[in-house]
């Protein structure tokens, strides 16, 4: 039994698919900084007024800084649905004996509905690796846990170089520098603290 009592085979499982979920939100991260980074944006209006997303001198960090308060409230609150669905659309989770990693379908799911129509699941939207053989899964999952790490370090390694020039020898001279803060993404609208 665990110090809350649970036991050993719910904190394993809660372990790895925190170390799953964290590897995608990385890769996702990373994948979005060199987005970012490098001038690509959505080509439509980013506001109802027809603003376009802001490019701010092509740092992430300052993109972020830069769109609306409205913007980033809905951003925190898809990440916030994602995550609820995650936890109770499941059939099994991962704590009760559930497979860490699984994300639960968004289009028929027999736990739980979404009031409107999605036209795609999360995981596999095409359905692709249906048929994959168990050996071709996990294959696949160890390839995804690795990627997820190498992310991990990359996505702190764009950051910390922003902050610090030349703290990360081998992305000095690429990153745009920021005189912000990354850990404090609600800092450019208001500061409750009034540091």
């Given at each position: 039994w665990g110090a809350l009592g649970s036991t050993n085979e719910a904190t394993i499982g809660w372990l790895r698919h925190a170390e799953i979920k964290h590897g995608r939100v990385a890769m996702a991260a990373f994948v979005g900084?060199?987005?970012g980074a490098n001038g690509i944006q959505f080509p439509w209006p980013q506001t109802l007024k027809g603003d376009m997303p802001p490019f701010a001198g092509g740092s992430p960090e300052a993109q972020w800084d830069a769109i609306p308060l409205a913007a980033k409230w809905q951003i925190i609150s898809v990440i916030a649905f994602l995550e609820l669905w995650g936890e109770c659309a499941l059939d099994t989770h991962y704590m009760k004996?559930?497979?860490p990693g699984v994300y639960p379908p968004l289009v028929n799911?027999?736990?739980?509905?979404?009031?409107?129509p999605v036209p795609l699941n999360l995981f596999d939207p095409f359905n692709l690796s249906k048929n994959a053989s168990p050996e071709k899964k996990a294959k696949g999952?160890?390839?995804e846990i690795n990627n997820g790490r190498l992310a991990q370090i990359g996505i702190m390694a764009f950051l910390a170089e922003a902050k610090v020039p030349g703290s990360v020898p081998l992305l000095a001279g690429c990153v745009k520098p920021y005189d912000g803060d990354s850990m404090a993404p609600f800092l450019s609208n208001f500061d409750m603290?009034?540091?």
């Amino acid at each position: 039994w665990g110090a809350l009592g649970s036991t050993n085979e719910a904190t394993i499982g809660w372990l790895r698919h925190a170390e799953i979920k964290h590897g995608r939100v990385a890769m996702a991260a990373f994948v979005g900084y060199l987005a970012g980074a490098n001038g690509i944006q959505f080509p439509w209006p980013q506001t109802l007024k027809g603003d376009m997303p802001p490019f701010a001198g092509g740092s992430p960090e300052a993109q972020w800084d830069a769109i609306p308060l409205a913007a980033k409230w809905q951003i925190i609150s898809v990440i916030a649905f994602l995550e609820l669905w995650g936890e109770c659309a499941l059939d099994t989770h991962y704590m009760k004996g559930g497979k860490p990693g699984v994300y639960p379908p968004l289009v028929n799911n027999g736990n739980m509905q979404i009031p409107h129509p999605v036209p795609l699941n999360l995981f596999d939207p095409f359905n692709l690796s249906k048929n994959a053989s168990p050996e071709k899964k996990a294959k696949g999952l160890i390839a995804e846990i690795n990627n997820g790490r190498l992310a991990q370090i990359g996505i702190m390694a764009f950051l910390a170089e922003a902050k610090v020039p030349g703290s990360v020898p081998l992305l000095a001279g690429c990153v745009k520098p920021y005189d912000g803060d990354s850990m404090a993404p609600f800092l450019s609208n208001f500061d409750m603290f009034n540091l």
